[in-house]
């Protein structure tokens, strides 16, 4: 929470002279500012806790260029308002707590809150356990009358949680004033406004004092409207506006002149020094007359400003004069004297400017140079602050003449034909310059061509009498080069290629460099072919560091066999004779680089040896006669075509779309969720993996594959253990040797799993295979195609629209999950849509209830509603992704009054939606 300086008395009659004004003329509009969790008087701690400055980002429920937005970004960044959960509650009624606390806040009195201090309220004055200190405070000033607040009422509501009346603040603000008396004398005289006899009759000598002040001229119809609440946009305006005539200062804000400016950038002069502010995408940016935003473009270096900020982050940013503060001197340069003295003609006279490190020296271009490089005789223009006596130079330009300088920058662009370049330079600016045959261009000491620059480089360059005299590229742009691989190092740290010119060079390899190899799925640097005479053709890329990021290996005539017999396999030479599927022999060689897989963890060349017995079957690649890969069979996966009992054969059909057929004798069958799988449970079209015995030449057991959507419960991050429920039926297995993927496909691991996620998972067997995250769409149905290719539109709780294509596969049903017909669909529907285990789309239309609501259990997460009848439910689960709203306005739980009429859209009883009538 900021804390505040105040530079005199807080009660101050300009501004409460400007609050009254605006609270009484404005009849509408909203703003935020407290405690959203203000009805809760039970838990203050988590009141306090949830409560945020939105000085860092954006209101979600406070559009871009809503009427108020100005005034609530203002206050929230001074620390004024207050916030929750990144809302602002734009349309709430401000209620009397909510209102002393903004009124302390903003006279600059909260450091005089202690909100540990033990604090007794008169009976009648109930406020939620975070306001009481500052209630307290403002009895203590006076700024409340203790007798009449404490008065009884028939009002339902608590003290602190009724709406704050346009009489009320009257009556608080002229105290505030110090004008007590003045309403004492004025207490028996009616006001001139046409509802005079709604006024209460203890606040007539209020009103009738700020009339007499001149801080009220009512509102539409000469009315004052005394029971008329306030909204908190209105009020969050009233105190913005209010400020252009209070005395107090806030230590986050400060006024003064921008002295440099830059897009992430922002030195401000403020009482003789400057300080620097952050900008960033949070940024907001106003000027002082208008209500509209304007851009980080439209800030001008050497207009005054007013900033906002937490420490060096600004967050608001408001021009409050437009006019540079700047006077210039135009003439001819003509030296440089010791201490920084810069002498210029001008009007045949002399004149001498004393500069400093803050003075910005800047060629034509804009760009920054050296007062050094300036040349005698260069006609410039020296722009002189306004804001101090001393009249400091902080721009000189040069208008005209000779351009001598060092500089760093960034090519845009390169123009051999005419010989011109574009730099931006260090400080963001575009210079553009000409060379000569003379230009000397060079990179990690080697000597370039102009034409071999690339857009991007980093480079230092020097420009003699308006030309370029040297480029020197300091970082590199990513680049790409051929040849032929000629050895991979040691540890895998570089390898070595010739390229197509003939030279051998030597580069670093990136640390996870990318290798792409035709038929190989996850090639590794393992998979490469280097070789003196016979190495791969590859292409490679460089990094700005000049370090290998890709490998592509191009042209690689690279054999595959699936299936192959091995006839022969000599483990001294490492030869391997094998039969392919056409009895066809060839021989191939293993080596340390040729990947293998079998039953092991850690595979080696000794420990396949035994595998590749004569009439074993693997499944090989190599080039020419070298192996690259090589896998021996250890199960088959596919899909059964047949299953003979007779003669105990099984036919199935592979991915490749290749049919074969295995003896088998008394398998084992596992099937996930029976204790015992046998082979009634082995049907035509049943997806399995046929796991092999020792030698290959029979099914020794089947995995029957399964694919079942669970909800998850819970994760044991550190065993990979998942807890999941179906059909009400809890059961837990682990993940560690799953393939987990997210809605997407792409990869994910267990730290990225969280309970409440659908998950279609595959088991082989009883196995969990592989796990996907289920993507659920919630959301009302705009449009309903039931034609021949029938769809939905659904317009989701985020705002987008999404369009689902439904086939003869797909489900429709309500809530209690009985089948329902796209002729059961209609726009306004509340939707939820997923995909099965299967993969099929579900549509599920959630059940509607028209209820009026009670209150809001925050701790089990419920919502009461009050019975109709004796037998009703009258409370529900609250799913916490619940879209809770009043039109298209996104509303808190904590927003919901007592009566308000509300419709209820539930999936499997729990509330995905609220919609508040």
Request: zero cysteines; a neutral charge; proline letters at 2%.
């Amino acid at each position: 929470m900021a804390t505040r300086r105040i530079n005199s008395s807080s009660h101050s009659k300009k501004v409460v002279s400007a609050v009254i004004a605006g609270l009484m003329v404005m009849g509408s509009g909203t703003a935020a500012f407290a405690d959203n969790a203000a009805g809760n008087t039970t838990n203050n701690t988590s009141s306090a806790t949830n409560q945020t400055v939105a000085a860092n980002g954006l209101f979600k429920d406070v559009k871009s260029g809503y009427w108020a937005e100005k005034h609530i970004y203002k206050l929230a960044s001074q620390g004024i308002l207050l916030g929750n959960n990144g809302l602002f509650r734009p349309n709430d009624n401000v209620t009397q707590q909510e209102a002393v606390t903004m009124a302390i806040r903003f006279a600059g009195l909260e450091g005089k809150v202690d909100p540990n201090a033990s604090v007794v309220l008169p009976s009648n004055m109930q406020v939620n356990n975070y306001f009481k200190p500052y209630v307290a405070l403002a009895i203590q000033q006076n700024l409340l009358d203790k007798t009449s607040e404490n008065a009884a009422s028939d009002s339902k509501q608590t003290w602190g949680e009724r709406k704050a009346s346009r009489e009320w603040i009257t009556e608080i603000l002229i105290r505030a004033l110090g004008k007590e008396s003045d309403a004492s004398a004025l207490a028996s005289k009616a006001t001139s406004f046409a509802d005079n006899g709604k006024i209460s009759a203890g606040k007539r000598g209020f009103v009738n004092a700020a009339l007499e002040l001149g801080l009220t001229n009512g509102i539409e119809g000469n009315r004052f409207d005394p029971q008329g609440s306030v909204t908190r946009a209105q009020l969050a305006t009233f105190f913005s506006r209010a400020e252009a005539y209070s005395s107090v200062r806030y230590a986050n804000s400060a006024e003064g002149v921008v002295t440099g400016l830059s897009s992430n950038k922002l030195d401000l002069y403020v009482d003789g020094s400057i300080r620097t502010y952050v900008l960033d995408n949070a940024t907001m940016y106003f000027t002082k007359d208008s209500e509209s935003k304007i851009s980080f473009a439209d800030l001008k270096p050497y207009t005054k400003v007013m900033v906002i900020g937490s420490g060096s982050n600004a967050a608001y940013v408001e021009v409050t004069d437009a006019k540079e503060q700047l006077e210039s001197v135009e003439g001819t340069f003509q030296k440089l004297s010791p201490g920084n003295i810069l002498w210029v003609e001008t009007n045949s006279t002399f004149k001498q400017f004393t500069y400093d490190a803050g003075t910005a020296f800047l060629d034509q271009n804009g760009a920054k140079i050296d007062p050094s490089t300036l040349a005698v005789g260069s006609k410039i223009v020296v722009h002189q602050e306004t804001f101090t006596s001393e009249k400091k130079p902080v721009i000189v330009q040069v208008k005209s003449g000779v351009v001598n300088k060092n500089g760093t920058g960034t090519l845009q662009s390169v123009d051999t034909a005419t010989k011109s370049l574009v730099i931006k330079n260090a400080s963001g600016d575009l210079e553009s310059y000409t060379w000569d045959d003379s230009l000397v261009v060079k990179y990690q000491n080697q000597l370039l061509s102009p034409s071999e620059l690339k857009n991007g480089a980093v480079i230092k360059y020097t420009v003699k009498n308006n030309l370029l005299e040297t480029v020197e590229v300091t970082q590199g742009v990513e680049r790409t080069i051929r040849g032929s691989l000629y050895e991979v190092g040691t540890n895998n740290a570089t390898i070595t290629y010739k390229r197509e010119g003939g030279q051998l060079e030597v580069k670093l390899l990136a640390e996870k460099p990318e290798i792409v190899i035709s038929g190989i799925a996850a090639p590794t640097l393992n998979d490469l072919n280097a070789d003196q005479t016979n190495g791969d053709q590859v292409e490679i890329t460089l990094d700005p560091q000049d370090q290998v990021t890709k490998i592509q290996v191009l042209n690689r005539q690279m054999e595959q066999k699936k299936g192959a017999t091995v006839v022969q396999y000599e483990p001294k030479s490492r030869v391997l004779t094998l039969l392919d599927a056409n009895k066809k022999p060839y021989v191939v060689t293993l080596d340390e680089k040729t990947k293998l897989s079998y039953n092991a963890a850690s595979p080696t060349l000794e420990g396949i040896a035994p595998y590749l017995t004569n009439g074993r079957k693997v499944n090989i690649t190599y080039l020419t006669n070298r192996a690259l890969s090589i896998e021996v069979i250890l199960q088959y996966e596919g899909k059964v075509t047949s299953l003979d009992l007779t003669n105990k054969k099984l036919t199935l059909v592979g991915a490749d779309g290749q049919n074969m057929t295995l003896p088998f004798n008394n398998p084992t069958v596992s099937v996930y969720g029976k204790s015992n799988g046998s082979l009634s449970d082995v049907k035509v079209g049943t997806a399995i993996a046929a796991v092999l015995n020792v030698t290959q030449d029979a099914i020794q057991s089947i995995q029957v594959k399964s694919n079942v959507q669970f909800e998850l419960l819970s994760v044991d991050y550190s065993n990979s253990r998942l807890t999941v429920k179906k059909d009400g039926v809890t059961s837990q297995f682990y993940v560690d040797k799953s393939v987990l993927t997210d809605e997407n496909g792409q990869a994910i691991t267990v730290q990225d799993l969280r309970a409440g996620q659908l998950l279609n998972v595959t088991f082989n067997g009883i196995d969990p295979a592989s796990a996907q995250l289920v993507k659920l769409t919630n959301g009302e149905v705009t449009a309903v195609n039931s034609s021949a290719s029938p769809s939905i539109t659904v317009k989701t709780y985020g705002g987008s629209t999404e369009t689902f294509k439904l086939d003869s596969s797909s489900k429709i049903v309500n809530d209690a999950g009985s089948a329902l017909s796209i002729t059961n669909v209609a726009a306004g529907n509340r939707v939820e849509v997923r995909k099965d285990a299967d993969g099929n789309s579900v549509v599920k239309v959630l059940s509607v209830s028209n209820q009026i609501f009670w209150k809001y259990d925050s701790y089990a997460k419920e919502i009461y509603v009050k019975r109709q009848n004796v037998n009703d439910t009258n409370h529900f689960a609250l799913s916490p992704a619940a879209y809770i709203h009043q039109g298209d306005t996104t509303l808190t739980v904590q927003s919901l009054k007592e009566n308000d009429n509300i419709v209820l859209y539930l999936s499997n009883g729990t509330i995905v939606e609220i919609q508040k009538q």
